[in-house]
């Protein structure tokens, strides 16, 4: 074990629900190991946000999420091995650090013919079929699971594809989302006869129908929990969100996933009633507004509790939307459901992007959140093999600075007039990976955030009442 | 390096001293100067703020506070109108947006990449065999600037090498430097909603060729403060004095650290 590991600490949670998903995880991942060993269920590798997780459990099969294991590694900061390996594959460190970590796992796994030594939390067993999705402009989610076959030649990949309509400010998306949801239809039906030929099993769809339908209410159950965070003092935070994505990512279409939420809600429920703050001096507000997190680092959000700094919002892991917010086409087909689900969430912002001259659909929803949430600025994080993320995080800044000036302060003229002037939101960018911990320092990520909260402060105090 | 600044109604000592992995040490011995300069003893210091990525090692000091919020008072102080800072520093370098107050209200930040910084100035000067101060004026006498591509400090270094060789002027080489750092931190600084006046300081401001290269890639004059290496300082203790000032108006008595300059042991 390296020094790095022995020194790192966990990070305190907010909630109880956020505490409990470590055991969760564990758990899931010894459930796979235990699959596998027994050979009663299938095991399909496989990445979040496909929308075909009712899908799966309708045709007993038990997906192993390898981002989610990615993440593992790194978050106990034993991710490190595997991307040497992968980079001994000749694999570029600049690639997707996760798929690199998977691949490095994997690859050692099938050369040894056994889990490689000390393997975090179990390990990750080999597969007997890979689901692979190519859409929200991440490469690895397409090309990952290709590199892995190279290991593992046996192990059959499916590719669902599953477009949106781009925004345009000018056209009502609408218009032209029947033709996407034809395709999508499609494209899940033969993932349906993929996976009936890989376990010999045949859809049951009014099982189908049942776990579209407890989906469903999850996600409404979901949005109304983290309204809930909206309150002041902040009850729940986003380092606590960074697990509670677990069962919102990992365990849609079931029971366990509803339960967790029902509860987590009742939980925020009593915390707002008691006015029982994340923090106990709530200063400032932040939104984590996109980026996904350095899973090793996750320390770093109680060190901004630590500054009286909260995150009751971020975009990272929100994954579902309102559904009763949504004008979605009623269909009794679950199929049909589902695509309508997909195109429902994807274009969510649209209407009301096309309702703010400048805006489009990710700056919308941070103003929406900004105001819902009451936010005093924002914390984006460049993870730099992230490049899905990457993207459009600077020009979701700009554009936000451009179009929206929340913060009025009151200045002094030349002549001594008092005058209002409204300033953007200040803003803060960490650099670093999701689980390459060569790309961190503490001191310096630390200084950042200083400075940073001395900059909300200052905001803070020239504000105009 | 590490600064120190005294300050009564105005600035009655400023030391700049090397600096180093032994920081406690350092910031008693520029603070020994300073006193030395100002012929005061160390108890009539009434506050101390202790500033840049040392500051949490200044045994004496009464508050640390971020370089941003120092950097922001101190050109505040000396430019009235200054609304963005660059601070182009050894380790790092920044931009700054600033009100009238000399409050930052927002910041980026380079600490990863050393290209980026004033670090690789220095590299560039050591290849060349050149003086670091001089290489401001040795740029200006360019007329055409070589093209550093290299987005790498180390690689850069390599590639001046190669230029060099292929005869490649040293003044077009450093202007091509000048050139290749001002494109960088222009690029992060305009995250920022760039407002003017504009103020570089830090290291990277004492060099001519720089502040010209940076002016032309900002499209806007820019100001430089006579003393670039102590505004941050300069910004502590002004923060010092507006706590003593506020103290005393409001009747308050401070909680200070004891004013000794023990020898400390680097173990």
């Known amino acids: 074990m390296s020094e790095e590991k022995k020194k790192h600490k966990k990070r305190r949670t907010a909630t109880q629900a956020a505490a409990s998903i470590g055991p969760m995880v564990k758990e899931f991942i010894a459930g796979t190991i235990r699959a596998k060993e027994e050979a009663r269920q299938k095991i ?40 040497q390996r992968a980079e001994s594959l000749g694999l570029s460190r600049s690639l997707c650090t996760y798929a690199l970590c998977g691949i490095g796992f ?94 010999g099993n045949k859809m049951d769809y009014d099982r189908l129908t049942e776990l579209v339908d407890l989906s469903d209410r999850t996600w409404n159950l979901i949005d109304e929990t983290y309204k809930l965070r909206a309150s002041v003092p902040s009850v729940m935070g986003t380092g606590d969100a960074m697990n509670t994505m677990v069962p919102m990512c990992f365990r849609m279409a079931s029971q366990e996933a509803y339960d967790f939420f029902f509860n987590l809600k009742k939980e925020l429920e009593e915390k707002i009633a008691k ?113 899905t993320w990457h993207v459009g995080l600077i020009w979701q800044l700009n554009q936000l600075a451009k179009i929206y000036k929340p913060i009025p ?9 008092k005058t209002v002037e409204n300033r953007e939101l200040p803003s803060l960018i960490l650099e670093s990976d999701i689980i390459d911990i060569s790309t961190y320092s503490e001191v310096d990520t630390r200084n950042r955030i200083d400075a940073f909260i001395e900059t909300l402060e200052s905001v803070r105090q020239s504000k105009a009442v | 390096m590490t600064k120190a600044v ?13 600096t180093g992995a032994e920081q406690r040490r350092l910031a008693n011995n520029v603070m020994e100067k300073a006193l030395k300069e100002a012929g005061i003893p160390f108890e009539a210091i009434t506050y101390i703020v202790s500033t840049g990525y040392g500051r949490i090692n200044v045994p004496f000091a009464d508050k640390q506070v971020t370089e941003i919020s120092c950097h922001a008072k101190g050109i505040v102080s000396l430019f009235p109108d200054a609304r963005t800072i660059i601070d182009i520093g050894g380790q790092d370098s920044k931009g700054i947006k600033i009100d009238k107050d000399g409050r930052p209200t927002d910041f980026v930040m380079n600490d990863k990449c050393a290209a980026g910084s004033g670090r690789f100035l220095e590299v560039i000067a050591d290849t060349l065999e050149i003086d670091l101060e001089k290489m401001g004026e040795i740029s200006l006498t360019s007329k055409n600037p ?32 000048h050139e290749s750092l001002a494109n960088r931190v222009s690029r992060m600084v305009r995250r920022l909603n760039i407002e003017r006046e504009i103020v570089l300081t830090g ?32 910004g502590a203790a002004l923060m010092g004095k507006a706590i003593t000032e506020k103290a005393k108006t409001q009747g308050i008595q401070l909680d200070t650290k004891e004013r000794s300059l023990q020898v400390v042991e680097i173990l």
């Open chain 2, 6 to 18: 005294i300050l009564d109604n105005e600035i009655i000592a400023s030391v700049i001293g090397p």
């Open chain 2, 203 to 234: 290291g990277g401001a004492k060099n001519i060729g720089l502040v010209k290269a940076l002016s032309n890639y900002m499209d806007y004059p820019i100001l430089v403060p006579p003393e670039p290496l102590i505004t941050g300082a300069l």
């Open chain 1, 106 to 199: 994997d690859q050692w796994r099938e050369e040894i013919g056994e889990m490689p030594p000390n393997p975090p939390w179990g390990g990750q067993v080999k597969p007997d079929f890979m689901v692979s999705t190519g859409q929200i402009l991440c490469d690895p989610r397409a090309k990952w699971y290709q590199a892995s076959q190279l290991y593992m030649p046996d192990v059959p990949i499916y590719n669902i594809d599953m477009p949106y309509p781009l925004f345009d400010p000018k056209r009502d998306h609408r218009d032209v989302w029947g033709y996407y949801h034809k395709y999508i239809v499609k494209e899940l039906r033969g993932f349906v006869k993929f996976v009936e030929e890989q376990t």
């Open chain 2, 146 to 177: 070589a093209s550093i591509s290299n987005l790498c400090t180390i690689w850069a270094q390599q590639e001046v090498v190669a230029r060099l060789s292929e005869g490649v002027p040293v003044n077009d080489l450093v202007a091509g430097v």
């Open chain 1, 44 to 83: 399909a590798f496989t990445f979040i946000v496909c929308h075909h997780e009712e899908i799966l459990a309708a045709l007993d099969v038990l997906p192993l999420w390898t981002e989610n294991f990615a993440g593992i590694c790194g978050a106990i900061r034993d991710a490190e091995r595997f991307l």
């Open chain 1, 275 to 387: 006015k029982e703050g994340e923090v106990e001096d709530e200063k400032y507000r932040l939104m984590w507004g996109g980026g996904l997190p350095s899973w090793f680092a996750l320390g770093d959000f109680n060190y901004f509790n630590s500054k009286g700094a909260v995150f009751p919002v971020e975009t990272t892991y929100r994954m579902v939307a309102p559904l009763n917010e949504m004008d979605l086409p009623e269909t009794k087909d679950p199929i049909e459901r589902l695509a309508w689900k997909w195109l429902g969430y994807w274009t969510f912002w649209y209407d009301k992007a096309r309702k703010r001259p400048g805006s489009e659909p990710d700056v919308e929803r941070l103003i929406n959140w900004i105001e819902e949430y009451k936010i005093d600025g924002i914390v984006m994080h460049e993870a730099f093999s992230c490049r």
């Open chain 1, 409 to 417: 302060v009151l200045t002094l003229g030349k002549g001594g007039e």
